[in-house]
């Protein structure tokens, strides 16, 4: 991601800010994304216009002191620098791939209404050069979605593009993310086949007793569980920069979510370790929610430190995933199988799953690796604990 | 509430858990994951609005009988007859 077009402001000059607040949605190759800011104070001036495309890590408004706003102004603005960053470090160099760094320029670019749109309608307006603002929303809260995109359009949308006009913007953004860390880094794998009949059960059992909306997935209780591993086994869980491996204080996992339209967004809940599974869970679904309708925030699509990549419920038992850099474990989890299982002294029909970690050789080793794996399957033995 | 109703309701919540499904497309024997692509997140959505909706709580062992939209809507209707 090299840069993206703003779409929308969600603030106004004199209007105060916390840190954390969505300030503004940007349309980058991933999608919508909300960009937060960093820093409290009001609203002095808004530097980028709506359609306007910015390189990443470009100014995009000013804000002040929040005492500032008697007559006699204090000195020194802070420029915030709220748009989303591949990484975090202070000074990313440009990344080999980037068409060079073109300064801010004005786009024909669709501004999007306020109501959130769709990852697909977004595409489908750009692809057939239709102004967002333009088309009535007919989802949740008025979100656009790509029927609406369609109807606007007439008639059905062409399926696919025409042959040779090249890969769809999501398609470049994970090609590129990809292929990067294929070149970049020494990736090697460890594999670990671990029953899960005992969660399962233990998860129907609890869920037998709950309400729909208290469910608990097993999706969330591998997250959790990798989280565990990871504050266990600090070498997988961080960042590789410039100045080689920076190991994260905070278990940040990031979870592939696979988009209907076509690609995929890898955001990251942050402190996993420290939550319960039900707020895991709660946190989860809120994410991949927000990722079905668009709404993304900058700050979750960089502040992962380890990705678990699930296959789903049903579907094949094993993967062997890709890094995200600037991490350096992925967690590729397969569909859980019923298989015969060496139970005591017999053999039973269990159901078991398969988890391969895929690790960056510049960091760890088969030793650090298979100890992941291990604390792994040690959290769910004992589902209860976490 | 008859099956009509309850397909209506349900294409309705399903179109509000997957905005970006076209309801139009939607055929009463697509399969919810196979056919529409809906994950293990998406069904628990999809319950969890049924749930409050029509205030039926599908437990996870029924699942399969809302694997399509027909299946649903004949599910549903049954579960709205049954006495509490």
């Known amino acids: ?386 | 509430m008859n099956e009509t109703e309850t397909r209506a309701i349900f294409l309705e919540e399903l179109n509000r858990v997957a905005p970006d499904i076209d309801p139009a497309t939607v055929r009463d024997t697509d399969h919810l994951q196979d056919d529409l692509d809906l994950d293990s997140m998406d069904i628990l959505n999809l319950v969890t609005a049924l749930h409050a909706r029509l205030d039926v709580s599908i437990p996870e062992s029924d699942y399969k009988e809302i694997e399509t939209p027909r299946k649903a809507s004949g599910y549903l209707a049954r579960r709205l007859r049954e006495p509490e």
């Open chain 1, 1 to 386: 991601m090299e840069a993206g077009t703003l779409v929308e402001w969600l603030v106004n000059p004199g209007d105060t800010v916390a840190r954390g607040d969505v300030v503004a949605v940007v349309e980058t190759q991933k999608g919508a994304i909300e960009i937060e800011v960093f820093e409290a104070g009001t609203v002095t001036e808004l530097l980028a216009e709506i359609g306007q495309t910015l390189p990443v890590g470009a100014p995009m408004a000013r804000i002040g002191d929040d005492e500032e706003t008697g007559a006699e102004p204090k000195p020194p603005e802070e420029e915030t620098r709220p748009a989303p960053k591949e990484r975090s470090a202070p000074t990313p160099p440009a990344e080999a791939e980037a068409p060079s760094e073109k300064p801010a320029q004005p786009r024909q670019e669709p501004p999007a209404s306020a109501a959130g749109a769709s990852p697909a309608a977004r595409r489908a307006a750009q692809e057939a050069g239709i102004d967002l603002v333009q088309v009535k929303g007919s989802g949740p809260q008025g979100a656009i979605v790509l029927a609406d995109v369609e109807a606007q359009m007439g008639q059905a949308t062409p399926t696919s593009r025409p042959a040779g006009e090249g890969l769809s913007d999501m398609r470049q953004a994970v090609a590129a993310a990809m292929s990067r860390s294929k070149r970049e880094i020494p990736h090697f794998y460890v594999s670990h086949t671990v029953e899960t009949q005992p969660v399962s059960e233990w998860l129907a059992q609890q869920n037998a007793e709950r309400p729909p909306a208290e469910r608990i997935l097993l999706g969330a209780v591998l997250v959790k569980a990798a989280a565990m591993a990871a504050r266990q086994v600090a070498a997988l869980n961080g960042h590789f920069t410039e100045g080689g491996f920076v190991p994260s204080e905070t278990a940040n996992i990031g979870v592939v979510i696979s988009l209907r339209g076509g690609g995929l967004v890898a955001p990251a809940l942050a402190d996993v370790d420290k939550m319960s599974l039900s707020d895991v869970m709660a946190g989860l679904r809120d994410m991949v929610t927000r990722a079905r309708s668009g709404r993304l925030r900058g700050s979750e699509l960089t502040r992962g430190t380890l990705t678990v990549s699930s296959l789903g419920e049903d579907g094949a038992e094993g993967m062997t995933g890709v890094i995200f850099p600037p991490q350096v474990g992925l967690l590729a989890v397969g569909a859980p199988q019923i298989r015969p299982w060496v139970t005591g002294a017999g053999v039973e029909p269990r159901q078991v799953t398969t988890l391969v970690l895929s690790a960056d050789h510049r960091v760890c080793d088969g030793r650090q690796a298979s100890r992941f794996l291990v604390a792994i399957q040690d959290c769910l033995a004992r589902p209860e604990e976490l």
